[in-house]
C-alpha cells in the first residue's frame, strides 16, 4: 500500500487547489482480516493524509466484486497474501471509471484529466 499511497499523492500534488479539494481518495484493501479499521487508521496518520483520503477494507467477496467491477485482478497467495492489480483509477461523479494508469510510473493521463473533470469540462 505505501506505493500506491505515495503515487496517488504525486497525483494529488500535481493538481491545482480548486481540483485537489474536489477531489477524494477511497483505497479498499482486500485483506479485511488484517486490514482493521484501528490498522487503517495509524496507516492514514503515518502517510499524513487528510480528510479526503479513505482507507477501507470489506468482505473478501465485497471487495473481489468491487475490484471485478473495476477491471482489477486479485487473487489470494497460498501464503494469505494477495497479489493484485495496483492501478490509480479516476472515477467521474457518478462513478464510472474516467481514467486509469496500470502503470504507477504514468499517471500523467489521470492528471490531465482530474484537472479536465475539475474544471467542469
Known amino acids: 500500500m505505501p506505493l500506491l499511497i505515495s503515487t496517488i499523492q504525486k497525483v ?3 493538481l491545482d487547489p480548486v481540483a485537489r479539494d474536489q477531489l477524494r481518495v477511497l483505497l479498499v484493501s ?3 482480516e488484517h486490514n482493521v479499521p484501528s490498522v487503517l487508521r495509524a496507516a492514514h496518520d503515518r502517510h499524513h493524509l487528510d480528510a479526503h483520503w479513505k482507507l477501507a477494507s470489506a468482505p473478501e ?3 473481489r466484486d468491487l475490484a471485478a467491477l ?3 485482478q486479485v487473487r489470494r497467495l497460498p501464503d494469505g497474501n494477495f497479489s493484485h492489480t495496483s492501478s ?3 472515477l467521474d461523479r457518478g462513478g464510472s471509471v ?3 494508469a496500470d502503470d504507477l510510473d504514468a499517471v500523467d493521463a489521470v492528471v490531465a484529466r ?3 473533470l475539475a474544471a467542469g469540462r
Open 98 to 100: 474516467d481514467a486509469r
Open 88 to 90: 490509480v483509477l479516476l
Open 114 to 116: 482530474a484537472r479536465i
Open 12 to 14: 494529488v500534488s500535481a
Open 61 to 63: 467477496d465485497e471487495a
Open 70 to 72: 473495476l477491471g482489477l
Open 30 to 32: 482486500f485483506d479485511p
